[in-house]
């Protein structure tokens, strides 16, 4: 599991992914953001919206009413210029890190094995 | 609506304190998810019940949701608990300009632990100026029962000038049992600069002189902001307690 303190400055990056793919709503979101990280992420479902909030403010994002097919009102969220080069510029930073760190660290294990197995 | 989804979300919003204008849209925005939420688990197999306080627990707690929601960097943040921060913060943990707290970090800092620039509590870190039990000064002048800084005065004091109950420094003026390396006489240039800018601060202390000190200036400032911080502290709990009583407890 991911420290907090390491996640906190990653969830932006993460919903820009996600809203990049299309315009999206909150619970829409979290589904993706869960499938997407495959268990790694711990957090509330609640606490993604005071996120979203804050990269509306930063106008990273930008957001619709909409009726849902229930009928309920839905808030969409989609990303803004803005939004799409800060994501470009993360996609940079993290091409450069990741070979950085493989260089040091060696390649990114993806299935954990047993050591003793 | 559920009676539990409904109290729910208003604990949220109790938390989230949010202006009216936006109360409605957040609420509405999370009413959809955790309808749709429920909805989800219905057709996994939940009960309708189990489904609600399911999405209820996976939601996340209405504390930490509805702090999240509370608008970030304003002139004054009062939390029942975790961390306040604002340009004035009030909180069992304080970040801010001006902050109040168990623990408290900021410009003028007032707490059973705090840290800052001006410091007053049980436990006074500062740069400047710290009050309190236990009290320590990077720079300036440390009061206290237990006082370490540059200028130290208190019961037991330590620093380049100190006075106290038990004093000990480079330059001891007076107290109880002292323990100085020089005499007013023999004070290198460098403290006899220092003793001139200090004398009047622990004069203020011994209570030999009457004029108006820094020291005074201080404790009064401190008294000034303690208790209307005391006030919208004592004001955020009855805001809670009104919308939720269980909240209060």
Redesign the interface.
Known sequence: MLKKQTLDGNVETFLLVILNQGPS???AI?QDLNEKAQGLLN?????V???L??ME?KKLIASTWRQ?D?G????YYRVTPKGRKMLESKEQQWQTLSKTMELFLGPVETNHKPQNA | MSYVLNKYLDRVMVYANCKENKVSDIRTELEDHLHKKIEDLQKEGFTKEDAIYKAIDDHGHPRTVGYGLRPKNTWLDVRSHGTARGFIAVGPKAVGVVAMGGQAYGIFAFGGFSVGLISFGGFALSLLFAWGGFAATMLGVAYGGFALAPIAVGGFAAGIISTGGVAYGLYVPGGGQVHSLYTLETLPSFLKWIWSYSESFIMDFTDVNQYISANKILVFVFLFLLFPMLYLQKKEMNRIQKQDPYLAE
């Open positions: 709503y909150g619970y979290v957090m509330g479902e609640g606490t919206y005071p996120v909030h804050r403010e849902s229930s309920r009102k839905r808030k």
